[in-house]
Structure formats: C-alpha cells, structure tokens
C-alpha cells in the first residue's frame, strides 16, 4: 500500500513559477508509475504528466513546455516544477501511483490505485 501526501500549491502571479511535491510511504516506490493529475471545478479530471520507473515521461499539450515532472527515489518524492503559469492552470493538483514500471496509457485516471489529497494552485 503507498500514500500520497501532496504540497507546494498557493496563490501565484500569471507568468509565475510553483514547485509541487508528493512524499509517497511505502515499499517499492522506484518501480511506480507516477503522475500528476489536475481539475478544476466544472471541467473533467485531466492528466498533466507522469513519470515511469525508467524516468520516461510523459506530458499533456497543455503543459509540455512549461511542466517538468521528476523524482528523488532515495526521497520517495515526486514533483511538478510548474513554470510559465496561467490562469488557466488553475486547479486542484493531485498525484497518483500505480505499481508498474511503465505507464502505459497512463492518462487513464481508472488505472492508478493510490491517490493524495490534492493541492490548490491558484494563478491570477
């Protein structure tokens, strides 16, 4: 079993920069699928980046560019380093795992079992 506690959201400027991170416990985290997931109210759930045990990543269009999604296995820790921001980035910021070494589909929400409580990012 693995928890995920997230945290580095706020209130930040449009153009501005933020640096999420997801302290995972557990056993086995360096062989875990991660990814960040986003949404805001009255939009769907949507898939940002995830990074797989052989550090592959992968980004949605809407950040790639902008986001860059790494990981300190000696750390259990995931991250977002979120540059450029925009109003529209604005959102509840949740990570997720599932325990294989390659993602996959890995925007598909149904397939990660371990899930945080979420950070708010807020960009005005």
């Known amino acids: 079993h693995v928890q995920l506690v997230e945290s580095g959201g706020g209130p930040v400027r449009a153009g501005g920069s933020l640096r999420l991170s997801c302290e995972a416990s557990?056993?086995?985290?360096?062989?875990?699928?991660m990814v960040w997931f986003r949404q805001s109210p009255g939009k769907e759930r949507e898939a940002v980046a995830a990074?797989?045990?052989?550090?592959?990543?992968h980004y949605s269009d809407s950040v790639k560019d902008r986001f860059a999604i790494s990981k300190d296995n000696a750390k259990k820790t995931l991250y977002l380093q979120m540059n450029g921001l925009k109003p529209e980035d604005t959102a509840t910021y949740t990570c997720?795992?599932?325990?294989?070494?390659?993602?996959?589909?890995?925007?598909?929400?149904?397939?990660?079992?371990?899930w945080g409580q979420g950070t708010q990012v807020t960009v005005s």
């Open positions: 997720a795992a599932k325990p294989t070494v390659f993602c996959g589909v890995w925007s598909r929400a149904g397939t990660y079992p371990y």
């Open positions: 990074i797989d045990a052989a550090n592959i990543t």
């Open positions: 557990g056993d086995r985290y360096s062989s875990y699928c």
